[in-house]
């Protein structure tokens, strides 16, 4: 088998009907599977992929596990020579996933292949992007980087996403993995609940000789953010970001750049707080929320 496409699922049905309606309607020369694993929706997702996709493999779980364990459970059942991670607010557009699988055929040493994310609009959206330090999270959280180096910091903006181009790590919406190279650097790091996952799995790839690429002429349109709408969302996404970049730290760089970036964070998000209790305003993140989530991180 080609290709086995795993959609990590909780509470988008119909983002998951469009998705799935999606890649069974582009895909027409490549043997594929498609397995969703649904993280104990409320929804109905269950019964919509059973009733109106019958030929999905649907793996149900009773709690919500996370992405990097349910994405590792979804591997542990397919049988492809790639295995393509995939959103439920991620959309196809014919003729790309075959065309990664094409690229990826010639060239063996491809660990990891990017797609070109889109907006709904079809306007850019930031795919590729170097691996985080000190110093980036330092000008990404004084929000100077996007001031010095543009909106699209710390990612690659347009004007360098025109070219296949070996990258850092790319988004995890869609990502193109060989299995050879999961089978040497093993699945995703299940300590990741939400967020860094990828970044995670594309150093290990790297650091195992595996290359990590980025092809524009695979376009998928990418939504963002399905799974968590509103303020309580952003609130949480936020916390577990940071705790997702302070855990990728430890473990990559060690307890001093971990502790230094938890100074940072502590210290930025203090800053943000008192500017919006100045204006009157609600910030997006609590300090409760911070706390708890540095403390696990």
């Keep these: 088998m080609d290709l086995s496409i795993l959609i990590v699922n909780w509470n988008t049905r119909e983002m998951l009907r469009d998705c799935l309606t999606s890649l069974h309607d582009t895909i027409t020369d490549l043997e594929f599977e498609t397995i969703v694993v649904d993280n104990n929706s409320t929804d109905g997702s269950q019964d919509m992929v059973r009733q109106s996709f ?14 990097a364990r349910a994405n590792n459970q979804a591997i542990e059942a397919s049988q492809g020579r790639y295995v393509l991670l995939f959103n439920t607010d991620a959309f196809a557009q014919p003729g790309a996933i075959r065309a990664m699988v094409t690229y990826a055929d010639g060239y063996p040493d491809i660990g990891v292949a990017g797609a070109h994310l889109l907006n709904a609009d079809g306007s850019f959206q930031a795919s590729h992007t170097r691996f985080p330090t000190l110093w980036r999270e330092f000008l990404i959280l004084s929000g100077l980087g996007r001031l010095l180096f543009g909106e699209w910091y710390p990612s690659h903006g347009p004007d360098k996403s025109l ?28 300590g990741f609940y939400m967020y860094a996952e990828e970044v995670d799995w594309c150093l290990r790839m790297r ?3 595996w290359r990590v690429v ?10 963002g953010g399905g799974s968590s709408k509103g303020n309580k969302g952003n609130t949480r996404r936020e916390a577990m970001l940071y705790r997702s970049r302070v855990r990728f730290f430890r473990i990559h760089y060690g307890p001093v750049q971990a502790a230094l970036l938890k100074g940072l964070i502590y210290g930025f998000t203090a800053i943000k707080i008192v500017c919006h209790r100045l204006r009157r305003g609600r ?3 609590s300090w409760r929320e911070l706390r708890v989530a540095l403390q696990e991180g």
């Design 214 to 223: 980025y092809l524009p002429q695979t376009r998928i349109i990418h939504l």
């Design 163 to 190: 070219a296949i181009t070996d990258a850092d790590y790319v988004e995890g919406a869609c990502m193109l993995v060989r299995r050879e190279a999961l089978d040497q650097v093993g699945g995703l790091d299940e």
């Design 54 to 67: 019958p030929q999905v493999q649907l793996i149900e779980n009773t709690e919500n596990v996370g992405f």
């Design 207 to 209: 650091r195992a000789g």
């Design 283 to 285: 910030a997006v993140i």
